[in-house]
C-alpha cells in the first residue's frame, strides 16, 4: 500500500483540491441547468414546477434577450478588438530601450489594481454632467457638454472607455511576457537583410505572438463577456436596457421579478456561448502554434 503511495503522490496530494474546485464548478452549473426546466420564483412555500422546455422557448422569444445578446457582443467585440490594438503598441513601448520604463509598467499596472466596483463609480464621477472631468474637457475644447452615461447613444462607448482602460494594460504584459522570450535569430538575420521596422513587425514579430495574442483574446474575450460589476455600478443597465447585458438581465430576471427558471435558461445559454468561443479560441491557439 505504501508504496501505491509513494509511487502516486504526485496525484494524491492534489486530489482534494481539485476535487473541491471542480464540486464548486460542477454543482452550480448542475443545478442552474436543473432549474432552467422549472419554473419557480424563490419561494419556500412554492416548489419549483417542471416546465421543460417552457424557459427556453420563452427566452428566444423574449426581445429583451435578443437586445441584451446583440449589446453583449457588442461591448465585448468593441473593447477587446480596442484592447489588442493599444495592448500591443503599449508591449512595443514597453519592450524598448525608454528611460523610466519600470516606473511606466508601474503606472500601467495602477488601474488593475482598484476593484471595478470602485472604478465605477470614479468614473461615475468623471461622467458626471455638471462637474465631472470628462465635460469641463469638452469645455476648454469649446465642444458641447455630454450626458455620458444618460444617453443611449453615448452610454456603450462610455462603458468601453472604461473596460478599454482598466484592462488594457493586462493585454500589454501579457504581450510583453510573450516579446522578452522571441528569438534573436530572425530580427539580427532580418537586419542583415535590410528589412525595415514595419516589416521586422509585420513578418516577425508578430506571427511569433499570435499564440500570446490568442491566449490574451481568450482571458479578455471570457472575462469581457461576462462583465457585471462596472456595469451594474455606474448605469445598472441603463438608460433603460441600453446598457443592459446578459449578465445583467438574468440578474434582472432571477432578483428582481423573481424568475428564476427563465434566469437560469438565460445563464445556460450564455454559459454555451462563453464555452464555445473559448474552445473556438483554443482551437486557433494550438493552429497558431503548430504553424510555427
Known amino acids: 500500500m505504501s508504496y501505491w503511495i509513494d509511487k502516486h503522490i504526485k496525484w494524491i496530494y492534489p486530489l482534494p483540491a481539485v476535487l473541491f474546485v471542480g464540486l464548486m464548478m460542477v454543482f452550480p452549473i448542475g443545478y442552474t441547468f436543473w432549474l432552467s426546466f422549472h419554473e419557480w420564483s424563490m419561494s419556500n412555500v412554492t416548489p419549483p414546477l417542471w416546465v421543460a422546455l417552457e424557459n427556453y422557448k420563452a427566452l428566444f ?110 493585454i500589454a504584459l501579457i504581450v510583453l511576457a510573450g516579446l522578452v522570450t522571441l528569438p ?33 483574446v481568450l482571458l479578455r474575450l471570457i472575462d469581457a463577456l461576462k462583465t457585471f460589476d462596472i456595469i451594474y455600478a455606474t448605469t445598472n443597465g441603463g ?6 447585458t446578459l449578465n445583467i438581465y438574468g440578474y434582472v430576471l432571477g432578483f428582481q421579478y423573481f424568475q428564476i427558471g427563465k434566469a437560469s435558461a438565460l445563464l445556460m445559454v450564455f454559459f454555451a456561448i462563453v464555452l464555445s468561443l473559448s474552445i473556438l479560441v483554443i482551437v486557433l491557439r494550438k493552429k497558431a502554434g503548430a504553424s510555427l
Open 61 to 170: 422569444q423574449d426581445e429583451l434577450f435578443r437586445e441584451s445578446l446583440w449589446i453583449t457582443f457588442y461591448f465585448t467585440v468593441v473593447a477587446v478588438a480596442i484592447q489588442m490594438v493599444l495592448g500591443i503598441l503599449l508591449a512595443l513601448l514597453m519592450n524598448a530601450q525608454i528611460i523610466g520604463k519600470g516606473l511606466v509598467k508601474t503606472l500601467f499596472l495602477l488601474p488593475m489594481i482598484a476593484t471595478p466596483v470602485a472604478v465605477g463609480l470614479v468614473w461615475v464621477l468623471i461622467y458626471e454632467p455638471n462637474v465631472g472631468v470628462a465635460n469641463i474637457f469638452l469645455q476648454a475644447l469649446g465642444l458641447p457638454v455630454q450626458e455620458w452615461l444618460a444617453s443611449p447613444d453615448l452610454v456603450l462607448p462610455s462603458l468601453i472607455l472604461i473596460d478599454v482602460w482598466e484592462w488594457t494594460p493586462l
Open 239 to 244: 438608460p433603460g436596457t441600453s446598457s443592459q
Open 184 to 216: 534573436k535569430d530572425p530580427y539580427e538575420a532580418a537586419i542583415v537583410d535590410g528589412a525595415s521596422r514595419w516589416q521586422v513587425f509585420w513578418n516577425i514579430t508578430l506571427p511569433l505572438l499570435k499564440p500570446t495574442i490568442y491566449s490574451a
